[in-house]
Structures are given as C-alpha cells and as structure tokens.
C-alpha cells in the first residue's frame, strides 16, 4: 500500500537559515513525487514534482529536493529561507500508470522567525 | 481571474441538513477533482472527473454525490450532513488525467457542521 510519512509536523527556522522538509514514501512501484505549499486559507500549489532522471529536482521559489531511491525519501530544501515561506507544505506520491489519484503526507508547518 | 473558484468560502450548517458546494475553472482543463482536508490536515481525493466522467470514486458515503454538468464545472452535494463531515473540501483541476499532471487548486471551502 502506499503512504507518505512527514515525521516533523512543526519547523521553525530563522529568516535567511537553511531549511529541509522530510518526506518518506511507501511505494510498489517507480513513483511521481511531488511538494506542494498551501499558505494560510489558500489551495496547495505544486512547488516541484519528480518524474525520472536527475534526482535533484529544481522548483519554485528557491527550492529544490532530492530523490533517493535507497531510502524512499524525498527530502525538500531551501538554501536561505525568506519570511514569505511560512506555510503547510504537503509531499505526495503517485503511479506512473493510471488517473491521476495523488496520496499526501500529512503535512508540515513551517513558521519563519525574524 | 481567479483559475480555480469555488464557492462558498464557509459554510455552517446543522446536522441532517444537505448543501452544495460549487466549483468552477477557467483553465480549460479536462479533469477536475474533489479532495478532503480533515482537521489533521490530511488532504485525500474523493472524486474526479475527467470531461463529465467519473473516473475516481474513493471510498466515500453516497451522502456525498459529485455532479459535473459540463467540463469546466463539477459540484459536491452532500446529503444528510453529518459532524464528521466537518472538515475544508478542495476543488482542483488538472489538464489531463494522468499523475504527471500538475494540479491547480481552489481556495477551499470550510465546512462545519454542528
């Protein structure tokens, strides 16, 4: 069965520190991955998606993330965080085969400190 | 313009009661979705259409009935309102089908139910 575990449910980092979301992903077969953000009473926005090829994904905003295979994970970075990135940030899997049926983790809240 | 709209923004209603929640892209995307938020914030499809037909049906009561009277709009009805139907349901559209599309979501509608 799949799954999306996100084993930290509140960050709080420093304006202008570095930042990494976890994300580990149960899966049967190859995955799409993906990181969306959801900003208070706004819907999610994709901010990259991973299909194949190079693990490093770019995506908006700065951010980047990493697939690794070894270790089901697909961790989301940011090399120098701004006040604006205060959100829910939600990781997802899905097949490569199929509708689009897309299972999120249960997301984690980033707060940004001056 | 707004890509992804669905109205209303909240809605308190009693129990037993049925109400509909409207959505709306103009995106000229073939596929819409409806997703639930819980108060956890786990985000998990309920439906999804592509060009009127139902191509998703999780497991969900058959309280709740999705209509899509043409592509650009699909409707959530819900009938006999319960309190565990309290949480914030998300309208989402994507051009195609398939998981590597990226999907466009609303803002939400919170739902409480007392």
């Known amino acids: 069965a799949q799954s999306v575990t996100q084993p930290d449910i509140h960050i709080t980092v420093s304006e202008g520190a570095s930042l990494e979301l976890r994300c580990n992903y149960s899966?049967?077969?190859?995955?799409?991955l993906f990181w969306y953000v959801q900003s208070p009473g706004q819907g999610l926005q994709l901010l990259l998606k991973y299909f194949s090829g190079d693990t490093l994904v770019q995506g908006i905003k700065g951010f980047e993330a990493e697939f690794k295979r070894s270790q089901s994970s697909f961790n989301l970075r940011k090399p120098s965080v701004h006040w604006s990135d205060a959100a829910e940030y939600f990781c997802?899997?899905?097949?490569?085969?199929?509708?689009?049926?897309?299972?999120f983790g249960t997301g984690t809240r980033l707060t940004v400190i001056p | 313009d707004t890509a992804v709209s669905q109205t209303p923004k909240y809605l308190v209603t009693q129990m037993g009661n049925d109400k509909s929640i409207k959505c709306e892209q103009n995106l000229g995307h073939d596929t819409m979705y409806w997703y639930k938020q819980d108060s956890k914030k786990f985000l998990k499809i309920m439906f999804s259409?592509?060009?009127?037909?139902?191509?998703i049906n999780e497991t969900v009561p058959n309280r709740f009935s999705p209509k899509s009277p043409d592509k650009a709009h699909l409707n959530l009805h819900i009938n006999s309102l319960e309190l565990g139907d309290s949480a914030v349901y998300f309208c989402a559209s994507s051009q195609g089908q398939t998981t590597n599309e990226k999907l466009f979501f609303g803002s939400g509608t919170q739902l409480s139910v007392l």
């Open positions: 899966y049967g077969a190859t995955p799409y």
């Open positions: 259409y592509n060009n009127k037909e139902l191509i």
């Open positions: 997802a899997v899905g097949g490569q085969t199929g509708a689009n049926n897309l299972f």
